[in-house]
């Protein structure tokens, strides 16, 4: 295939379009613009049987402990399981749990929005201050910018997770604490940077009217932890429950979920968890040639391990949608981001891509350049509404062009000789247009999927997100590695515990640490000797 150009397979298939397209809950994927055959996809088809995919799906699905370095299951397919089909964890059905901790978030959303629920001088909230990080910030912020269109007029939401005081300050600057409500988000209730900002807010609340009697009214916690919740001062009745079989990057559609239930109301909330419901069961049922979540997850295998891809671009184009690629940053890198397989044997060969993007059309004013003209090959997945919430002057129709004439361009490219003809039509002399035209070329054959859906309701974001999900489930099944553990990220919490303790304790200062290499050592002497300067 490395020397087939996709131009030539449009040419000799006119049926390619309709071929290599399918639709499922509301999303629509057009996968023509890539650099495969039906004997392509019927070999990667091959390649999951192989793996026995369906019956990593089953495992997932049965509640079976996948994620087995912390010997539990991911079963975030739970958390909007719309049937009536019990999910055992230990043997317990695990539904009646997830059933009751929606409807305390319906009673809770409903007494905020409707004004029951009030600051402590009686004034109704106006903001939300979700405080959380990695999924307990992410997967929320996303859908909650998503469903914009959606949100109750009279509530404002912002988030804050980074531990650089800016952003706390610069959220806090603008509230008022008798109007302000805060979500602490934390499965584990024990990350640095979201306790440290929470202690900010109670403190900011406590010196501006707030008192400990009254802390119940503004302060709620969404968190597996509850004993270390209401050391922290939270009353149990404001605390939200999640599961260990949740993972932190899969958490939005639990009460982590809360500050977008509460701008889009509970409604929308299960309009959502409907949509990615809808997706479970077709990546559940579908066969794997139509099923799509599968297709995307071979296509991602097809470029990384056999075409030497290392990056993979989320491109929406959707002003809404433009938190998507950090979403899916930490939803694929931290989940396929893994080197050895469950049985702890080092890989031969690639896993997860690196997750990068932004929204269209910015990005053609900037990094597309590298897409069509670099020498790295970089797949990316366009997406795109039929139907926009704004529909402004001629800007959707000219955003869809814009969308569609991007993967025609990595497609089909432009050659050498189109390139000469061009100039020279446009009055270049034969030696000039001879002279620029190899600048001009754009080599194309770069791969693309498109994906569509009519509008951005909660319900097509809901199966879009939990299609990713799926994507990255599936990668994970193919490179037999663990999706759901995340050791990595927890050396770097170790070291920067030590050195805080360095950068902050006195008798340190003094003296240097043999624990510390030199380059960290010498950095740490000039945070410490920085009011010298
Ligand atoms: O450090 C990574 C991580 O553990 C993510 O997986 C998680 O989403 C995030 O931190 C936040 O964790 P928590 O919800 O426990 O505060």
Known sequence: MKKTHMRELFAANPNRFREFFIEAAGIKLDFSKNLITAKTMKLLADLAEERRLTDAVNEMFRGEQINRSEQRPALHIALRNASERPIYVDGQDVM???????????????????TQWRG???????????????????????VSAALKPYW??????????????????EVLKHLDPETTLFLIQSKSFGTQETLENAKVARHWFMQNGGSEDTIGKHFVAITANVPSAIEFGIAEDNIFPMWDWVGGRYSLWSAIGLPTALAIGMDGFRALLSGAYAMDEHF?????????????????VWYSNFM??????????????????AHLQQLDMESNGKRVTHNGDE??????????????????HAYHQL???????????????????????????????????QTQALMQGKTLSEAKQELIAAGMSAREADALAPHKVIPGNKPSNTVLFERATPRTIGA??????????????????NSFDQWGVELGKQLGNEILRKLVSAPAREQSSPTLDASTQGLVDLYLGRDKH
């Open 347 to 364: 890989v031969d060969y690639q896993t997860g891509p690196i997750i990068w993007g932004g929204a269209g059309a910015n990005g053609q």
């Open 120 to 142: 402590f001088s009686n004034l109704p909230f106006t903001d939300i201050v979700s405080i959380g990080i990695g999924g307990s910030f992410l997967g929320p912020k996303l």
């Open 96 to 114: 009646p749990e997830v059933r009751a901790t929606l409807e305390k978030m319906e009673l809770f959303t409903w007494k905020i929005r409707s």
């Open 152 to 169: 109750n007029d009279t509530l404002n939401c912002h988030y804050v997770a980074n531990i650089d005081g800016t952003h706390i300050t």
């Open 308 to 325: 030497d891809a290392d990056s993979y671009a989320i491109l929406p184009y959707d002003h809404y949608l433009r938190g998507l690629p």
């Open 284 to 300: 559940r049922t579908a066969p794997i040639d139509q099923n799509l979540p599968i297709i995307l997850a071979l296509l991602g």
């Open 371 to 405: 897409l069509h003209q670099g020498t790295r090959l970089a797949p990316a997945d366009f997406i795109i509404p039929l139907h926009t919430h704004n529909p402004v002057a001629n800007h959707h129709a000219i955003l869809f062009a814009n969308c569609l004439s």
């Open 464 to 481: 879009l997100i939990a299609m990713y999900e799926h994507k990255v489930f599936v990668q994970g099944a193919l490179w037999d590695i």
